[in-house]
């Protein structure tokens, strides 16, 4: 435990000392919550169109911040595995499961502090704007949210430990991209149809959102199957991260 | 007492053999130099030996435990300063110590007590506070080395200290390691002859993956007919390259 506790509060360490941390995990999230607030405000209401409104806008905008967890996770793995940091660590008494849950841990807390803070920024919007946002809501979605955190901190195991420092970062950037617009974060996914939706449908990210925004209205029907959906995509992703990082260890071991 | 051995001792990585049937052995508190050009096998020895890599064949002994085969008990004894700095650049000079004393399981007073050895022993008081990243090279070596040594290791294992550090730097560091001798027992590899000849008990060379020449300077002196290590270490390599061309 003690191992598991002194690499996590370091690694927990070199994200919140990385000024580009706050900025892309918090500072990002926040400008875009603004940004699509203004553009909602700006829709005609005869349009229909609800997707930017708060309630809607909260949970999308928190598993867009997720999706840089993701980033940072990824960066922080293939920058060690380039250096010799990770070279005594390795000579150490740690085992791979310390380095795993060294890794994790701190990131999926990050994920937690980041979704609250969306949240309270959601919650002043909408106290603003006169969009009716529960307190209890946020506080379901923010629970509906902890197996998506969990998944996107397994994504960044996993390409961690696939990619290079290179590579890393931009294959990144694309699974972000990816992961906001088929997630259904920018867009009324369920009003499209067809097999833009399919698509959506068979990722994670649309039901990651879907149980953020149906958990905050108190949607249980809707929630719940995409609920079990995000959960066994986190179970496989953090399945996939574990092996390959413990296969990527015993390699460069070699 | 043999506080490391390695047996038949070979690497190989697909058609190249890095290490090729070494045999040595290396007594309590001594200081050992391992020296040889560039992809001689001295890296990937000591890669073997702190359980960072697994040997094809043969088998390598710390204080009698099998690096194959008793790993947890050999990281518990043994530490590595690699030959690139391995700290932690965002934590500070102390975080760094305190870090490695966690992964070690200290206590809060012995990582207390440990952490303060080092600064005083390492001379790190003026920067404890500092972030290692904005450290000079030099002062990262001995982060490094300090990092190393605050887990009470038996045997330490130095991958070429010094370099890239300026002469002053290099010193400034043989003093710090000269300051070691006889405590643990320390593995050092390294380019600069000047540096082995200095601190060395028993020199090792490796020539293409194996053991050329093995003994103290004078020992090697009257081997090889030469005066000095760089004209002993030249004689050996060359009688070696010699050998491998024909």
């Not at chain 2, 972030?131 to 002062?139: E, H, I, V, Y």
């Not at chain 2, 490796?206 to 090697?220: F, H, V």
Request: charged fraction near 20%; glycine fraction near 8%.
């Amino acid at each position: 435990m003690s191992a598991i506790a002194a690499f996590s509060s370091r690694n927990f360490k070199e994200v919140i000392r990385d000024p580009l941390s706050y900025i892309f995990c918090l500072g990002f999230p926040l400008v875009m919550l603004v940004i699509m607030t203004l553009v909602n405000e700006s829709i005609p209401a005869q349009a229909g169109m609800t997707i930017f409104r708060i309630d809607n806008l909260a949970g999308g905008i928190a598993v867009f911040g997720l999706t840089f967890v993701m980033l940072f996770t990824c960066m922080g793995i293939s920058k060690d595995r380039a250096g010799a940091f990770l070279t005594r660590l390795y000579a150490s008494p740690m085992r791979s499961a310390d380095f795993i849950l060294g890794y994790t841990a701190p990131m999926f807390l990050l994920c937690v502090i980041q979704i609250v803070i969306t949240f309270i920024a959601s919650f002043i919007v909408s106290l603003i704007t006169g969009v009716e946002l529960s307190a209890a809501g946020l506080l379901l979605s923010l629970a509906a949210l902890l197996p998506s955190a969990l998944m996107m901190t397994g994504f960044g195991l996993l390409f961690g430990s696939l990619f290079g420092e290179k590579a890393a970062p931009g294959l990144c950037s694309i699974v972000i991209s990816l992961a906001s617009f088929l997630g259904g974060v920018w867009f009324d996914a369920d009003s499209t149809g067809g097999v833009l939706l399919d698509i959506c449908r068979v990722l994670p990210f649309y039901h990651s959102t879907r149980a953020a925004r149906a958990a905050a209205a108190f949607d249980f029907e809707t929630c719940l199957p995409s609920l079990l959906i995000t959960l066994a995509y986190m179970a496989a992703v953090m399945a996939a991260a574990i092996a390959v990082f413990r296969i990527k260890m015993r390699a460069d071991a070699e | 007492m043999i506080s490391v051995e390695t047996r038949q001792l070979t690497k190989k990585y697909k058609e190249k053999t890095a290490v090729d049937k070494l045999d040595l052995t290396v007594g309590e508190g001594e200081f050992f130099a391992l020296l040889g050009v560039n992809g001689a096998g001295k890296t990937t020895t000591v890669r073997m030996l702190s359980c960072l890599s697994k040997p094809t064949s043969g088998e390598c002994f710390i204080m009698g435990h099998s690096c194959s085969a008793e790993q947890a008990k050999v990281k518990r004894i043994a530490a590595i300063s690699p030959q690139d700095t391995a700290v932690a650049e965002k934590l500070t000079v102390r975080e760094n110590l305190e870090m490695i004393c966690g992964i070690y399981g200290f206590d809060k007073a012995k990582k207390s007590s440990k952490t303060a050895e080092m600064i005083t022993l390492f001379g790190l008081g003026e920067y404890e506070n500092n972030a290692a990243k904005t450290l000079s090279g030099g002062w990262k070596r001995k982060l490094s080395i300090a990092m190393a040594l605050i887990t009470e290791p038996k045997v330490l294992f130095l991958d070429e200290p010094t370099l890239g550090l300026d002469v002053l730097a290099r010193r400034e560091l043989w003093e710090v390691i000269r300051g070691l001798k006889g405590r643990i027992t320390i593995i050092l590899t390294t380019h600069y002859m000047e540096e082995a000849e200095q601190l060395s008990d028993r020199i090792a060379i490796m020539i293409n993956g194996k053991l050329a020449a093995l003994g103290t300077l004078s020992e090697l002196e009257s081997m090889t007919g030469e005066t000095g290590l760089e004209n002993v270490f030249v004689s050996v390599a060359e009688r070696g390259r010699k050998e491998a061309a024909e």
